[in-house]
């Protein structure tokens, strides 16, 4: 249901910005959320933004280097990736959360109902 784009081949220090489109007539009212696997690793939260775009938050090895925005008339949710380092190597994940707060994000993936396929996303050193 939710589609992610916007994946490749990076070096290090690049950027990339990932997209991901919902075709939920109600998007409005979800909470969005990034999420990352590396070979190897569990699945973790990059950030997630509030139905309301106004709040978001950012795993700390992200924060300065991530932005997460949305656009709710496309309805789109937004990934920009700056200053990429070869750990941020992995596949990434968005995930949908209907909720009936407005300014709310979360970061447990247990938490979503809605999950994308995945994109791929490789820097290299």
């Known amino acids: 249901q939710l589609v992610e784009s916007g994946g490749g081949l990076v070096q290090a220090g690049g950027s990339l910005r990932l997209s991901c489109t919902a075709p939920?007539?109600?998007?409005?009212?979800?909470?969005m959320g990034w999420f990352r696997q590396a070979p190897g690793k569990v699945r973790e939260c990059v950030g997630g933004?509030?139905?309301?775009?106004?709040?978001?938050g950012y795993a700390d090895s992200v924060k300065g280097r991530f932005r997460i925005s949305r656009d709710n008339a496309f309805p789109t949710m937004y990934l920009q990736m700056d200053n990429l380092e070869p750990e941020d190597t992995a596949i990434y994940y968005c995930?949908?959360?209907?909720?009936?707060?407005?300014?709310?994000?979360?970061?447990?993936?247990?938490?979503?109902?809605?999950w994308g396929q995945g994109t791929q996303v490789t820097v290299a050193s």
């Open positions: 995930a949908a959360k209907s909720v009936s707060l407005m300014d709310t994000w979360y970061q447990m993936n247990e938490a979503y109902q809605h």
């Open positions: 939920i007539r109600t998007f409005s009212t979800y909470a």
């Open positions: 933004i509030s139905r309301n775009g106004q709040v978001t």
